[in-house]
């Protein structure tokens, strides 16, 4: 009895000598790559929003930001748009306009805009054509989520016997485009 007594004690020690504060420090690493995440996604989406586009360079610096971490992330573009269009009566007479308007909004996701940056071809990277335009007042998000396992949430499913999902670190961020891209 005494020696199991000896052990549960020898136990208990480990776990807060070693265990506990490996745990803190994992937690910690978790918390400044969460930190440097949001850093690289708002300073991205507020270039953005102040030049009225990407350039293949602002996207791959980005994610260049975010593999510093040591973590795997999958990043989510979407870019809205919104436009007026008249309301005819007979839309081949302009006279037959009923002074309202329908208003219809578009949205393109990583699907459209990530081949506009970066085509099929042999452009250079500062090449106009591999701009992605916006206009002012469309609306340009971003939503990053990590597809990794982090250290932290490794050694807190171990203590704890648990499975916890993969996306420990998951940032929405954007706001309205401020000007048009040149």
């Known amino acids: 009895m005494n020696t199991l007594v000896k052990l549960f004690a020898v ?14 420090a994992f937690d910690q690493q978790d918390d400044i790559s969460e930190l440097i995440a ?14 009225g586009g990407i350039t293949p360079v602002m996207y791959n610096d980005f994610m260049a930001a975010l593999e510093a971490t040591g ?10 748009s919104k436009t007026y269009v008249p309301v005819y009566e007979d839309p081949t007479r302009p006279e037959t306009f009923h002074g309202t308007y329908e208003i219809h909004f578009d949205a ?3 699907a459209q805009i990530l081949p506009v940056l970066f085509p ?23 939503t990053v989520r990590n597809t ?6 490794l050694i ?9 999902p993969n996306e420990k670190i998951v ?9 048009a891209m040149d």
Not at 121 to 141: A, C, I, P, V
Not at 171 to 179: A, C, E, L, N
């Open 148 to 153: 990794n396992r982090t250290a932290g949430t």
């Open 120 to 142: 099929d071809n042999t452009l250079e990277k500062d090449d106009s054509s591999r701009r992605y335009r916006m206009r002012e007042g469309d609306s340009f998000s971003v």
């Open 38 to 51: 949001l850093r690289a996604t708002t300073s991205f989406v507020d270039a953005v929003r102040n030049k």
């Open 171 to 179: 940032i929405p961020y954007g706001r309205m485009v401020r000007h």
């Open 11 to 24: 136990l208990i020690a480990l776990l807060l000598l070693y265990l506990y504060p490996l745990s803190a």
């Open 156 to 164: 807190f499913d171990m203590l704890n016997n648990t499975i916890s």
């Open 71 to 80: 973590n795997s992330f999958v990043v989510e573009m979407e870019h809205g």
């Open 108 to 110: 393109y996701y990583n």
